[in-house]
């Protein structure tokens, strides 16, 4: 008979208990075992906290660390429970999919209890740990090769009462940047399946390759903020530093428009940075073709008033690559 | 007979010249041109600039390809000789070596006629542009996965004259960091063959895994400021803010103590910033395990009294991965 996804333990038990998730075997490989961690402090949000979906995006298992920490002295309601680390092998070869079956977590939900790994593992997820939460926090990051900011993301929703306190809930985290993001339609959302139960769902997000001190910070603190807006913890909300600036603006993307390719393959040399305001005609950036210096670099313009929410970092890009991304004020 | 390396126009040309350096082909893949460009203003210093030796460190092509432009209007003397990129089927494929080869450009030089592409390029620089120059700056990246100051590195150099210049060189950059690096003796370095030469070679390196506008234009001042006191062009160096300070700092390396490896698997967290002072037991970072949260995370702590100089980003590393790297004022 086969081994059905179980806990360690009880999420139901007062107080603090830790544990593992366990996702059983298959014909691919042998069973994992995820730590959980859970504390129960009675009435309140039902809160659950993911990181590591991607292996190539670990501020959130660092600052998901981070939490276990210090909830147990600060959780005053409520349950959180935190899985710093969802998919485990693709974090040991930091690499955003799986490497056994080469699938991406986040397009697989709810997954099947008969399926390769990555498959697995959303099964186990969904069955066990989404019907213990009303509200979840994905930690994420955009991932190397672009300069992104600390941002919590969401994605627009049908129903206008999910969609908004969803948003709420968003830019509760006084990240720089919240974005409702217009995403073609990718099955398999984490996201998705959740909205679909009726829950929250964010993603922070927290870009670029480099993950240092002052960044991990940047993301503690939103988490903070948002703690602290669900009731779950006391204290005052914080609004980051970022760019020299405290400020913190909710932007949504409109897809015909959101995203400027490369028109030719070359070295691509960034011009502005996150969170710059452009006009219609502005210099975003040059593309350097490499097979010649006789050749002019082509200026990359940006398409009409926006702001820049994301731009490729320098790099050697093909035709259609995509180069950089814009946003615009949301309208409410 | 087999086709000689060779350059596409006469370098002694004064003025301004664009054209190729040629690689000739070999059994492994055809030739390549590498894109030349040269400004002759007759007497004065012979410089040559290079880019792009690791297909992953693209700050160098880009500041090589705007140096391009602005040098015509501002060079006043000497001749420079700029090659944005040295390897470009490197680049093509973002990768540190050759794809064809898999060889480390920087270590095969003098590199070999008949060789493999790796060697060939090696060879075609060391035959024929090396020659024409008494100083060489070699642009680099330290490269993903680490937070890095932008720098201006050179080795120890056993001639103390030649150390002298070199130094004095290295630290008109006015980077942050100035840095004489003990490296393990790597044959085959570019540095070595030109500083065995009597020639001066620095290497600017800029890293972490974001090329981003500020760190561009913090890399193009170092270089600007460089030929500025190499009486190239005209102009007043100016030191580029770095962690809202101007300063800058020259640094050694001591080999047994200058680089801190992971006790044990596991996800880094950083916890100081590059240029930080730490002293002996001060904390560095955190390992934390991945296979449970009741194991504590590791404490990685400073072994003495220095400056880090690089800290890994955020990831997942194997035992004996370096996660810090520490340096010590030059003692002179």
Request: proline residues 8%; negative net charge.
């Amino acid at each position: 008979m086969r081994e059905a996804p179980h806990l360690t333990f009880d999420l139901d038990k007062p107080g603090l208990s830790k544990g593992h998730l366990v996702v059983p075997k298959g014909t691919d490989c042998g069973a994992l075992s995820l730590p959980v961690f859970s504390l129960n402090k009675g009435e309140g949000p039902q809160l659950l906290i993911t990181g590591g979906c991607h292996g190539d995006e670990l501020e959130g298992p660092i600052v998901a660390r981070r939490l276990i920490e210090w909830l147990p002295e600060a959780q005053t309601c409520g349950r959180i429970i935190v899985v710093p680390v969802l998919n485990p092998p693709a974090v040991q070869a930091c690499s955003r999919n799986t490497p056994v079956d080469g699938l991406n977590l986040n397009r697989v939900f709810p997954g099947r209890a008969d399926g390769s790994l990555t498959e697995r593992i959303a099964d186990a997820v969904s069955r066990l740990l989404l019907p213990m939460a009303d509200t979840i926090f994905d930690l994420h990051s955009f991932g190397p090769g672009w300069d992104f900011p600390p941002a919590s993301t969401t994605h627009p929703i049908a129903d206008p009462n999910l969609m908004g306190k969803t948003l709420r809930m968003a830019e509760a985290f006084k990240f720089p940047m919240t974005l409702v993001w217009e995403h073609p339609g990718s099955p398999g959302m984490f996201d998705t399946l959740a909205q679909n139960q009726g829950k929250v769902f964010v993603c922070p997000e927290l870009g670029g390759g480099t993950v240092g001190a002052e960044a991990l910070a940047i993301y503690e603190a939103g988490v903070r903020n948002a703690l602290i807006a669900l009731g779950l913890v006391k204290g005052e909300a914080e609004y980051p530093t970022f760019l020299q600036a405290k400020s913190t603006q909710t932007l949504e993307t409109r897809r015909s428009t959101d995203e400027m390719k490369a028109p030719a393959r070359g070295i691509f040399e960034p011009r502005c940075s996150v969170l710059d305001e452009v006009r219609q005609g502005d210099l975003i950036g040059i593309l350097h073709p490499m097979d010649s210096l006789s050749a002019d670099g082509i200026d990359i313009r940006a398409p009409e008033t926006s702001i820049v929410y994301a731009i490729r970092s320098g790099a050697y890009v093909d035709v259609g690559e995509g180069v950089a991304l814009f946003a615009h004020p949301l309208i409410r």
